[in-house]
């Protein structure tokens, strides 16, 4: 059932619309989210906690909608997708870039391939130089009827054609903050197109030496096809130089190699998109950075979006959708509805353990590293190896060591930041364990980025800094930059809190070394008005003794003791709690002996 909602009326082209789902329990809320799918706004937003089955309903609104691409940054659940539509027997198709290990070009695993990927050469032209009569790889992008791809190929021309919209449906799951860099930086575009003047003609060279020293726009626009067809033809006129034993040695030493790679990396059209930016903001920006989520916009004008993503910021959204209109233009309104989950499961409990761990990675090695493995070693020796998962940087423990690699070798699985979202290894752990807040840097460039802002990153350190915490900037003094930061970091650590899913199962713990963000507060119970020591763990999770077990375990390695006597062995511990299978057994056993008289 959706409940509040808050409009929000632009004159710039769209309209949003944000609805609270007001059911509560569980099951309600799933039942909802396929309604919510067929919704006629031309963007709609699941915002849906962690662990309440995005990706499983993108695989059923598929199923019963062709015309359907799925875009996603994350490989093994494209392959999972994959996996199921075959297994369904729908027809399907995972688009895959030309050097990827499992790409369908037939001569991915030639020497000459691979000699032309490493000199930077594009699949398009390989493909002619390969001059295949039958080519696999050009082949999936004429597939339409139901597609997955990486997110990279929002980047492409393959999802239109010049009669619009090659797909009705687009679900792109989490995708609002990557950038698309156009730089322009003369001196290096000039270096770039020197081969030009040693492979095709010094007039052509300085011609386009003069339109790029001038920023002429229009001139670059008018003579874009002779470019690009030059740049091909040089291109080719190198690779003339690959030897009959399809190497690339005879090239190796010359002076020219790195201008090679990255000529056939020039790119006219993004010249000309820097060059129009600039002129938008009277040549007062060098290089524009575009958010990827433009390209969602170009797309929601023409099909259906549906966007996945579960930590969704409407603040940040809006900005972008207003940064777009003005920059790019809206020619159709776009309307977009954004569905927010308020579940609740307060079984799940959080520990704050140590505020102080509230830092990026060098503080955790000076400070609270040593006392994180103490704290998870008596955690797992209470209740168990496997039963406990951890989630942190990339590197730290006591030992300095590679957190995923450290404790997998003691069977614990764990997990890192900036590579957690959508991996499920620590989904059934009874205790996650937060070893340190995600910190990522640079924050003050991300903000210049996105708002086309000049910052100085060192006056931001010293002088915007919320309760002395380091990249953390208060919302009152500068409130974009404290929402950026929000955005990058706050997300990524209540996506790594998540990941025993203490939302959908009870009694889940997590264990927090680490800031504990706001939603936190909404989605669990958190125990914060003490430190928490070691000896706690004991009173917290009560180490569970078996018997039951161990003596079954001992019994039946002897193979000299019978049933009978296993079950005289446990008569006294025929009540016990736990072994529940185990007990029942040997209850049973014991019943039948004393009804035959044994």
């Known amino acids: 059932m959706v409940g509040n909602t808050m409009r929000y009326t632009s004159n710039k082209g769209f309209n949003i619309e944000s609805h609270d789902i007001e059911s509560t329990s569980l099951q309600q809320v799933r039942n909802e989210i396929p309604k919510l799918m067929e919704d006629d706004a031309d963007i709609i937003v699941l915002n849906l906690q962690q662990g309440l089955g995005k990706s499983f309903n993108a695989m059923q609104y598929m199923s019963t909608n062709s015309n ?16 199921y539509f075959n297994n369904e027997n729908l027809d399907t198709i995972h688009w895959r870039g030309i050097s990827n290990n499992k790409s369908p070009c037939i001569q991915k695993n030639t020497k000459l391939f691979k000699d032309l990927i ?11 130089i390969m001059a295949c009569d039958y080519c696999p790889y050009k082949d999936q992008f004429k597939h339409t009827e139901r597609v997955l791809a990486p997110i990279q190929y929002l980047n492409t021309n393959y999802l239109e054609n010049d009669e619009g919209s090659r797909f009705k449906t687009f679900i792109v ?15 290096y575009l000039l270096e770039v197109i020197k081969p030009l003047y040693h492979f095709s003609s010094s007039w052509f060279y300085e011609f386009l030496q003069t339109l790029l020293k001038d920023k002429n726009i229009i001139g670059l626009e008018s003579y874009k096809d002779e470019i690009s067809i030059e740049i091909k033809n040089t291109l080719k006129t190198i690779y003339t130089f690959i030897d009959e034993d399809n190497s690339i040695e005879s090239i190796e030493s010359k002076t020219w190699k790195n201008d090679i790679i990255h000529l056939s990396k020039f790119n006219i059209d993004d010249i000309i998109t820097s060059l129009k930016f600039q002129k938008l903001y009277n040549f007062e920006i060098s290089d524009w950075y575009e958010p990827n989520i433009y390209k969602v916009f170009n797309l929601a004008q023409k099909s259906k979006i549906i966007l996945l993503h579960a930590t969704f910021n409407l603040d940040l959204f809006k900005d972008m959708l207003s940064s777009y209109s003005s920059e790019i233009g809206i020619n159709k309104t776009i309307n977009v509805k954004v569905f927010n989950t308020k579940l609740q499961n307060k079984s799940t409990k959080v520990y704050n353990v140590n505020k102080s761990a509230y830092y990026p990675n060098y503080s955790l090695e000076r400070g609270a590293i040593n006392e994180i493995g103490d704290h998870v070693e008596l955690i797992a020796n209470q209740i168990g190896v496997k039963n406990v998962g951890i989630i942190g940087l990339s590197k730290y423990n006591k030992y300095g060591e590679y957190v995923d690699e450290t404790f997998l070798k003691t069977g614990i699985d764990a997990l890192h930041f900036g590579n957690s979202t959508g991996r499920n290894i620590l989904e059934d752990k009874q205790c996650l364990v937060v070893a340190g807040s995600w910190m990522q840097g640079g924050i003050v460039e991300e903000y210049n980025k996105l708002y086309l802002d000049k910052l100085d990153e060192k ?84 180490k569970k003794e078996t018997p039951v077990y161990e003596l079954v375990k001992d019994f039946l390695e002897n193979s000299e003791l019978n049933d009978y006597e296993i079950a005289k062995e446990l008569e006294l511990r025929k009540d016990d709690e736990y072994d529940v299978e185990l007990v029942i057994r040997i209850r049973k056993h014991w019943n039948e002996s004393k009804e035959f008289g044994i």
């Not at 490493?118 to 002619?128: P, S, T």
Request: hydrophobic share 35%; with cysteine; charged share 30%.
């Open 459 to 542: 006056k931001c350190k010293s002088l915007e800094v919320d309760k002395g915490t380091p990249y953390t900037f208060h919302p009152e003094i500068h409130p974009k930059l404290h929402l950026v930061q929000k955005v990058f970091n706050e997300s990524e650590l209540l996506d790594g809190m998540h990941r025993n899913r203490g939302l959908i199962h009870d009694n889940r713990t997590i264990v927090a070394f680490s800031h504990i963000p706001e939603q936190i507060y909404h989605d669990f119970t958190v125990i914060e008005d003490k430190k928490i020591e070691l000896s706690d763990w004991k009173d917290i999770f009560p």
């Open 173 to 187: 799951d989490e995708s609002i903050t990557q950038l698309n860099e156009y730089p322009y930086d003369l001196e």
């Open 118 to 128: 490493n000199l930077g050469y594009k699949a398009n032209f390989i493909c002619e």
């Open 68 to 83: 359907t691409m799925f875009l996603t940054s994350k490989h093994a659940l494209l392959d999972e997708l994959e996996k």
